[in-house]
T-cell receptor, first 111, second 118 residues
Framework: GEDVEQSLFLSVREGDSSVINCTYTDSSSTYLYWYKQEPGAGLQLLTYIFSNMDMKQDQRLTVLLNKKDKHLSLRIADTQTGDSAIYFCAESRSRDDKIIFGKGTRLHILP | GAVVSQHPSWVICKSGTSVKIECRSLDFQATTMFWYRQFPKQSLMLMATSNEGSKATYEQGVEKDKFLINHASLTLSTLTVTSAHPEDSSFYIC??????????????FGQGTRLTVV
């Protein structure tokens, strides 16, 4: 079956790094995504990684994938107040397939 | 980037009435659109996959007669909540993939529709 799990809350001090973790069960997952949702808004794709990659870096964002353990993480360097949002881990089997989401991790920034 | 427009952004309706939500891809063709439902502080639950020119594929547990989906063109899909009840109150979000130009790795999301049934 398809299941994506992630912790529900994370508090981080401004300027520190945030690490959001996610596990998935579908061994056929090919694309793994991180989406950001701000209050009352839709979803914004932050980044994605193919299952044949171990790491992807994009400015302050670093995605690490451990395919053997089906573990995905998102690291946000130098966390800012504007990073406060809900972050969803998601996966799909192909570029055209439906996307399955985790429950989302609410990132809270401490001053 | 590609834009998906959802309308209305919020709607309040009386119990027993029907509500239609529109999802439009503004600058690309979307042969497939997805409809999600999000409960407060919970994840997005996929309701159905809307295919242009054919019947929608519903996820297990989603009543197809209650949530009518029509995808009549490459840029428009509609979700109609029929005979709405308070338990249908939720945040509905659509998503579309740009399959024509090959950007299928990204699914673009609408801004969502908050439905409140009173």
């Amino acid at each position: 079956g398809e299941d994506v799990e992630q912790s529900l809350f994370l508090s981080v001090r401004e300027g520190d790094s945030s690490v959001i973790n996610c596990t998935y069960t579908d061994s056929s997952s090919t694309y793994l995504y991180w989406y950001k949702q701000e209050p009352g808004a839709g979803l914004q794709l932050l980044t994605y990684i193919f299952s044949n990659m171990d790491m992807k870096q994009d400015q302050r964002l670093t995605v690490l994938l451990n395919k053997k353990d089906k573990h995905l993480s998102l690291r946000i360097a130098d966390t800012q107040t504007g990073d406060s949002a809900i972050y969803f881990c998601a996966e799909s089997r192909s570029r055209d397939d439906k996307i399955i989401f985790g429950k989302g991790t609410r990132l809270h920034i401490l001053p | 980037g590609a834009v998906v427009s959802q309308h209305p952004s919020w709607v309040i309706c009386k119990s027993g009435t029907s509500v239609k939500i529109e999802c439009r891809s503004l600058d690309f063709q979307a042969t497939t659109m997805f409809w999600y439902r999000q409960f407060p502080k919970q994840s997005l639950m996929l309701m159905a996959t809307s295919n242009e020119g054919s019947k929608a594929t519903y996820e297990q547990g989603v009543e197809k007669d209650k949530f009518l989906i029509n995808h009549a063109s490459l840029t428009l899909s509609t979700l109609t909540v029929t005979s709405a009840h308070p338990e249908d109150s939720s945040f509905y979000i659509c998503s579309a993939r740009d399959r024509i130009t090959g950007m299928g790795t990204e699914a673009f999301f609408g801004q969502g529709t908050r439905l409140t049934v009173v």
